[in-house]
């Protein structure tokens, strides 16, 4: 105990105890304080693009939503998604990584749902 030398005997042994227990208990607090602060987002529902909600979007606004695309994530996603092309033979004819091929398709993807599920609100709103 680092705190023993700093007890003096003729003040009360149960407040100079309390006093380093409060200490401690803020301290172990402080070191822990960034797991008190999670959120659990297990139990949220997640929103995802149905295949319905695309059937109800017209091929322009599809097409569009790809063509606002960086150009990086565009080309991967036309080749894989559109055209059927596998990671590695997107990252031969790229000279890119598969390790890229893969993330730029998920960026993609991402991005589009995004974009297609804004899409999807503002037609609701207009509608609603």
Same mark, same amino acid.
């Given at each position: 105990?680092?705190?023993?030398?700093?007890?003096?005997?003729?003040?009360?042994?149960? #407040?100079?105890?309390?006093?380093?227990?409060?200490?401690?208990?803020? !301290? @172990?607090?402080?070191?822990?304080?960034?797991?008190?602060?999670? *959120?659990?987002?297990?139990?949220?529902?997640?929103? =995802?693009?149905?295949? !319905? /909600?695309?059937? @109800?979007?017209?091929?322009? *606004? /599809?097409?569009?939503? /790809?063509? =606002?695309?960086?150009?990086?994530? =565009?080309? *991967?996603?036309?080749?894989?998604? /559109?055209?059927?092309?596998?990671? !590695?033979?997107?990252? =031969?004819?790229?000279?890119?990584?598969?390790? %890229?091929?893969?993330? @730029?398709? @998920? *960026?993609?993807? %991402?991005?589009?749902?995004?974009?297609?599920?804004?899409?999807?609100?503002?037609?609701?709103?207009?509608? #609603?």
């Amino acid at each position: 105990m680092s705190n023993a030398d700093k007890y003096i005997p003729s003040l009360s042994f149960r #407040g100079w105890l309390r006093k380093i227990m409060i200490n401690a208990c803020i !301290d @172990n607090y402080r070191r822990n304080e960034k797991h008190y602060h999670n *959120v659990d987002i297990s139990h949220m529902k997640i929103e =995802q693009l149905t295949p !319905d /909600i695309l059937s @109800n979007m017209s091929e322009e *606004v /599809i097409i569009r939503a /790809i063509q =606002q695309l960086p150009p990086s994530y =565009q080309i *991967v996603f036309n080749l894989h998604a /559109i055209e059927g092309y596998q990671h !590695d033979e997107i990252a =031969q004819k790229l000279n890119i990584s598969v390790g %890229t091929s893969k993330s @730029n398709l @998920n *960026v993609a993807r %991402t991005k589009l749902k995004k974009a297609l599920s804004l899409e999807f609100e503002k037609k609701i709103e207009e509608n #609603g």
